[in-house]
């Protein structure tokens, strides 16, 4: 699927910050682009889930797992990132698919 201009402006937009994304899906309320609609959920879904399971990283006091864990989502981050930027639709590993489905009604 091809995206539009203001389609992609709104998928990078999803990835910056938790505040981003809210920003992009008003942004993306008249007209729908698909394109923006599934980054948004990718963006969403990676926020939301990075800060439920850094709540817990809280408790843990090992500074290996807590990098790890960092590491982690900022390859996730960066992943959906540059498919934004290059206009795909790509899911993010691993978790992509359940974000689509779990937030699928945010259009």
């Known amino acids: 699927m091809s995206s539009s201009p203001e389609g992609k402006t709104t998928a990078i937009v999803a990835y910056?910050?938790?505040?981003?994304t809210i920003i992009a899906y008003f942004m993306n309320l008249d007209p729908k682009d698909p394109f923006a609609s599934f980054h948004i959920r990718q963006a969403f879904g990676l926020h939301i889930t990075?800060?439920?399971?850094?709540?817990?990283?809280?408790?843990?006091?090992?500074?290996?797992?807590?990098?790890?864990?960092?590491a982690f989502f900022f390859v996730l981050w960066i992943y959906g990132l540059v498919a934004g930027v290059q206009g795909e639709m790509k899911e993010i590993p691993i978790l992509g698919p359940l974000f689509q489905k779990w937030f699928s009604t945010i259009s």
């Open 16 to 20: 910056i910050t938790i505040i981003g």
């Open 50 to 70: 990075f800060y439920l399971l850094g709540a817990l990283m809280g408790m843990v006091h090992s500074g290996f797992i807590v990098g790890a864990f960092y």
